[in-house]
């Protein structure tokens, strides 16, 4: 049973382990991570593996789905074990050839990477940002085992999930649809699984701007969740968002949400 899974949105995986010193590579070396969920790739299956040929020579699979658009979206999840089972969307014909969706079964498990597009308020992308969510939310609630969605949600669900809500109310990523659509997950039995272990507290955030000095003053969004429903949901006891000492650390404008599950 994998029990430690790890979800980050590498915005660029090229880019991502091409940093020297310490990127991703460097962190993919220490990670206990049993599964990785990977967002934001922006890249074929062929450049994605060439950038992880480390890791993935050390041992690590990999199910990746290529984006649609170049330098868009792309998912992927690397695991130490090889998966049952593997497949890419959730069956719909607008959405499964963009590279949003990718999940792997293992034995006791499902594990899902997904990557929902940030929207803009009353244009076409947010009505398209709806349909996305409505879609994967009908598939989320027929899942019957053991299931784990974690990703780049582009959603912060409260107020404790945003550190400048009040200037974000009108804004893609807090509206109340937004914030309607996690609730409704909730009430199907799915558990916010850091919330869970972090609750009433602000953040712990998982994304910061690269703008000013959001990632210095901690003015985040928590928009990286795992979502999990089943036995697997009771079982998570530790959730950690491993955000870099300082800027120059950083690798990505995310930071890996970690968490140990008995």
Known sequence: MPNIISTINVNGIRAATGKTGKGMLEWLATTEADIIC????????????????????????????????KGRA????????????????????????????????????TVASIYVHTGEADTPMQDEKYRFLDQVGAH????????????????AHTELDIKNWKGNIKNAGFLPGERAWIDRMLAAGYVDVVRQLHP???????????????????????????????????????????????????WSDHAPVTVQYR
């Open 38 to 69: 990977l967002q934001e790739t922006r890249a074929t299956d062929e450049q994605t593996r060439a950038a992880l040929a480390p890791v993935l020579a050390a041992g690590w699979h990999l199910t990746h789905a290529e984006p649609a658009a």
């Open 74 to 109: 792309g998912v992927g999840i690397l695991s130490r074990r090889e998966p049952v089972a593997t497949r890419i969307g959730f069956g719909s014909a607008e959405f499964d050839g963009l590279g949003r969706y990718v999940e792997a079964e293992f034995d006791e498990v």
């Open 140 to 155: 989320m609630t027929a899942q019957t085992r053991d299931f784990v969605i974690c990703g780049d949600w582009n959603v």
């Open 200 to 250: 009433g507290v602000e953040g712990p955030y998982s994304w910061w701007s690269y703008r000013g000095r959001a990632y210095d003053n901690d003015t985040g969004w928590r928009i990286d969740y795992h979502l999990a429903r089943g036995a697997i949901a009771a079982r998570a006891k530790q959730a950690v968002v491993e955000k870099a000492s300082t800027y120059a650390l950083r």
